[in-house]
């Protein structure tokens, strides 16, 4: 029996149960339903059969597009009285905190409160194999990408991605094979649950891009994150399976005690999938696998990309795919929005959107940039923003990142009242330490932002913003202006 065929069967059953288990709750609210992976859990919700409602304080698109699409009541901002009529179930999601009117109205009326993980867990993957996508950088891209290979392939899998994908209709869908696909964030769970949401997944197939320090909100040191990834490799079952780098030392120390097979990827002699090379002009990477190399023709520029690939293609092997049908996948997808998306590419500029705020891929996505557009100068616009960036804690290596750049604009930190001066990233020795490599580097006034890019731009610039924001409205501004220039 064809892997189509056998994934069909299968459907009916599972899809069954879940749907069962969903009837015995038929209202449900959402707090915090503006978010990406909150938007597309109430889509999810709807497609159970759940009445749907939910709250936020501000809903913007993709998601309000997604939510009116799918015919969803939404408020906003947020009011107690909203679950004045007693849902069945609250889903609480991440970004919530205890002094919220609706959290604090569920509470007092002692109604059912789920975190967004417990709901997918119970609801949507509940024994579904589940394919969860985990580690520090690219967990969005090869979400996708897994997506996208199932389904090109006949199988209707289901899907949560934490960004917009043009090759889906919407961030989340409930599928109807016996396969689920997650993005799995290491992210605390809730205001009430502070293990890793990617716990609660059930994953029977997880893959772990690479893992490096991150979230200093959440993570005292490397030691903690190590011991987050470390709980996620002991709860896959001997029948699953494991996919990781090679390349990276504690993916491989994990992997050593792992239980289910593993497979790895990377540069590295041993890889079972082992890159050999990219050839930056036709978006050709080659590979070896099982003593055979490859070539194939990859949609996404860069080898961090090329490396994204190799892991998707490891995490389908169990569905026993057709290679020609894999490489067709490849060469259609698409990609994420916001990943080195370039939004002007005229005669004078090209303006491109990333979402890197992480030194690695900063540096990453420079050297990719730099094969892409050979023999151009390169403009580099940071935001620091994440809750790590913000901090000193990768003050050398942020520099050692952007002076690969040729010349840097820095934002403001974003709220730098939340932390302390002896901990907060010091934007006078950034920009000199990128100056004593070499290169240009200056603030970014929080004024006349759009007039103090325009006087530094040359004829054929490569601009790159960097963030995991919007730059206050920045990058959108600058796209319409050198979109209409003359």
Same mark, same amino acid.
């Given at each position: ?295 194939? #023709?990859?949609?996404? *520029?860069?080898?961090? @990309?090329? +490396?994204?690939?190799?892991?998707? !293609?490891?995490? &389908?092997?169990? %569905? ?122 200056? #603030?970014?006034?929080? *004024?006349?932002?759009? @007039?103090? +890019?325009?006087?530094?731009?040359? !004829?054929?610039? &490569?601009?790159? %913003? ?21």
């Amino acid at each position: 029996m064809i892997a189509q065929e056998f994934f069909n069967l299968m459907a009916g059953r599972v899809l069954t149960t879940v749907a069962e288990s969903a009837g015995r709750q038929k209202t449900i609210y959402f707090i915090g339903i503006g978010g990406t992976a909150m938007a597309g859990a109430a889509v999810m919700a709807r497609q159970l059969g759940f009445r749907v409602r939910g709250a936020d304080a501000n809903i913007y698109p993709p998601t309000l597009n997604e939510l009116v699409s799918a015919e969803i009541d939404f408020s906003q901002p947020y009011n107690a009285e909203n679950l004045a009529y007693g849902p069945d179930l609250v889903v609480v999601g991440n970004a919530i905190s205890r002094g919220n009117t609706e959290l604090e109205a569920a509470l007092s009326a002692r109604l059912e409160l789920l975190s967004l993980p417990e709901f997918l867990a119970r609801f949507v993957i509940h024994n579904r194999r589940s394919l969860v996508v985990a580690g520090t950088h690219g967990k969005t891209t090869t979400t996708s990408l897994v997506a996208h290979i199932l389904r090109s392939c006949g199988i209707d899998a289901g899907y949560m991605i934490g960004g917009v994908a043009p090759d889906f209709l919407r961030s989340a869908d409930l599928g109807s094979a016996d396969a689920f696909v997650i993005e799995g964030d290491e992210y605390d769970t809730s205001v009430f649950d502070p293990r890793p949401k990617f716990l609660s997944y059930r994953p029977s197939h997880v893959l772990i891009n690479n893992i490096e320090f991150d979230h200093a909100d959440i993570f005292a040191d490397f030691a903690a994150v190590e011991t987050a990834f470390a709980r996620l490799v002991k709860i896959i079952p001997d029948n699953g399976l494991l996919v990781t780098n090679a390349d990276n030392a504690t993916c491989m120390k994990l992997a050593r005690v792992a239980r289910p097979k593993v497979l790895t990827f990377g540069r590295a002699d041993g890889a079972d999938y082992r890159l050999l090379g990219v050839n930056a002009e036709n978006n050709t990477v080659r590979f070896a696998h099982a003593g055979s190399s490859y070539d194939v #023709q990859f949609s996404l *520029a860069g080898a961090h @990309n090329a +490396l994204n690939m190799l892991a998707a !293609i490891a995490l &389908v092997t169990p %569905f026993n795919l057709e290679w020609a049908q894999i490489a067709a996948a490849l060469s259609s997808f698409k990609g994420v929005k916001r990943r080195l998306e370039v939004r002007v590419d005229n005669k004078k500029v090209t303006v491109i959107e990333d979402f890197a705020h992480h030194p690695t891929a900063i540096r990453t996505n420079i050297e990719t940039l730099r094969a892409r557009y050979p023999r151009r100068r390169l403009l580099l616009l940071i935001e620091p923003r994440s809750n790590t960036m913000v901090r000193n804690i990768f003050q050398r290596e942020l520099a050692e990142a952007i002076a690969l750049a040729d010349e840097a604009l820095i934002a403001e930190i974003y709220r730098p009242e939340k932390y302390a001066p002896a901990e907060r990233l010091d934007l006078v020795k950034l920009i000199a330490e990128i100056r004593a490599a070499g290169k240009k580097a200056e #603030q970014l006034p929080p *004024a006349s932002r759009l @007039n103090f +890019l325009r006087e530094r731009l040359q !004829i054929g610039d &490569v601009v790159c %913003f960097m963030t995991n924001g919007s730059f206050g409205g920045l990058v959108d501004e600058t796209a319409a202006a050198l979109t209409s220039a003359p």
